[in-house]
């Protein structure tokens, strides 16, 4: 089957410009979640949702970051007027509701 | 709040060989789950073993193992054996179950591991 995947896999922007991160989750996974990495450092949670409904988003770093997931299933992550601090690479993992998650191969983007 | 640290920033073994990784994490929580992940560098992070607080027994998984010392808040993963195909980024994370962040992980920085032919 099917494991997350995301698009783009790479996206460069220039610095004050909008973005959008796009995650499809494993098919009947209910939680969805978004990490930042940093190069050479661990990921970092971002926001947590469950189904449709975003249960935490305490991880987000700025009022720039918006993430959703209207239908429950595909989620997109929103950066708006990007800086040189958002490059990085975003992780998208999703689970049944256990402990085990499923993570996609990450967006790297690059702020110039 | 949960911090994980990895103070090897790098590790490196001979092909066959076994080698050891380091994890310490600090936490006032009594029931808890433990990750250990692989981030080869095609960046897709795989689940390496997991354990459960609560279970005394250290978990295997094939070449696998980890030593989990609870009082003494670590967790480190051993390879046996090691293979070529172990290169790469490894990561120690903490989870907390329960709660609405059920399933959020907190990381380590991670060990880069190379194994040598």
């Known amino acids: 089957g099917a494991g997350v995947s995301q698009s783009p896999r790479y996206k460069v922007a220039k610095r004050g410009q909008d973005v959008a991160l796009r995650c499809d989750p494993i098919?009947?996974?209910?939680?969805l979640f978004w990490y930042q990495q940093a190069l050479g450092q661990g990921p970092e949670f971002l926001t947590y949702?469950?189904?449709?409904?975003?249960?935490?988003k305490s991880g987000l770093p700025s009022d720039r970051f918006f993430a959703e997931r209207p239908e429950g299933s595909v989620s997109t992550l929103k950066i708006q007027r990007t800086q040189q601090e958002d490059s990085a690479v975003y992780l998208c993992a999703s689970s049944s509701g256990g402990d085990e998650q499923f993570f996609g191969p990450g967006t790297r983007l690059t702020v110039l | 709040a949960q911090t994980v640290t990895q103070s090897q920033p790098e590790m490196s073994v001979q092909e066959a060989e076994t080698v050891t990784l380091s994890c310490t994490y600090d936490?006032?929580?009594?029931?808890?789950?433990l990750f250990w992940y692989k981030q080869p560098p095609s960046r897709q992070m795989i689940l390496v073993i997991r354990?459960?607080?609560?279970?005394?027994q250290n978990a295997t998984e094939n070449r696998f193992s980890v030593n989990f010392q609870k009082a003494a808040k670590s967790f480190s993963l051993k390879i046996s054996d090691s293979q070529l195909g172990d290169t790469a980024m490894y990561f120690c994370a903490f989870m907390k179950p329960g709660g609405t962040s059920y399933g959020k992980l907190t990381f380590g920085q991670g060990t880069i591991l190379t194994v040598h032919p």
């Open positions: 098919s009947g996974h209910v939680s």
């Open positions: 936490t006032s929580e009594s029931n808890y789950y």
């Open positions: 354990q459960e607080a609560y279970k005394q």
């Open positions: 949702f469950q189904n449709e409904a975003q249960l935490d």
